[in-house]
């Protein structure tokens, strides 16, 4: 799901979305985002895009970077490059739902 506040956050998600034949990550990417989000045989990327392409996936763009956070894992794409840099599962902290944590 994308950021509802304005138009402009609406049309920024909307941008990765066309682009997502881009997204791509380095080897060190996928070793680190393997070990982050706890997988080991699964395609780090399709992994994400799929994350991604979920109805209730916020994407926001801050800086050079692009965020999309779903249920309890945030990923976060060089906005120019389309390089994902890192995914990891949120901290406590920053959850607003603790329960049922699915990855």
Known sequence: MLDKTSGN??????????????IH????????MK????????DVVEYCKNRILEKNCKIYKQGKNWYCETDHIKITINSYS???????????????DWGNVRI
């Open 9 to 22: 956050k609406i049309a920024e998600g909307k941008i990765l979305l066309d682009h997502m034949d881009k």
């Open 25 to 32: 990550t380095t080897e060190m990417g996928v070793e680190r």
């Open 35 to 42: 070990k982050n989000l706890k997988i080991e045989d699964a």
């Open 82 to 96: 389309y390089t994902i840099i890192t995914a990891h599962i949120k901290k406590r902290n920053e959850r607003k």
